[in-house]
């Protein structure tokens, strides 16, 4: 009895550990993530004023001109040199390009504009998340 209750200890012990040394390594590089958090706020933004159906040309510009310019931090905040990590981060790139010439003055136009957007990075997040 006094063995097993030894080896659960030591498991416990273990996995607490092991958490405290995950969640410090997580911590070391905060770009990755606030890069994310930023491109989320503004893609959301862009959502809530497509369901509102108050898409204000000034204001879209605004996002989709931010959101361009936080994704050309992904390659090299993220540092993975990975081929199709790094196609994707251009395509990404070209598409919010696209999306800033088009300035969408409709909603449905921002909606036609952030879906081909919205495509890349779901695939993204599905290969790398």
Not at 23 to 28: F, G, K, S, T
């Amino acid at each position: 009895m006094r063995a097993a209750l030894m080896i659960l200890l030591g498991l416990v012990i273990g996995v607490i550990g092991t958490a405290n040394v995950m969640n410090a390594l997580a911590a070391r590089n905060p770009m990755p993530k606030a890069v994310m958090e930023t491109m989320g706020y503004h893609v959301g933004e862009l959502k809530n004023a497509i369901k509102a159906r108050q898409c204000d040309p000034v204001k879209v510009q605004h996002h989709l001109a931010r959101l361009e310019s936080t994704a050309s931090d992904i390659t090299p905040v993220f540092g993975i040199d990975e081929k199709a990590f790094t196609d994707d981060a251009a395509q990404l790139q070209e598409r919010l390009h696209q999306a800033v010439q088009a300035a969408p003055a409709s909603c449905a136009a921002v909606a036609a504009a952030i879906k081909p957007v919205g495509e890349t990075c779901q695939s993204c997040h599905q290969q790398y998340r």
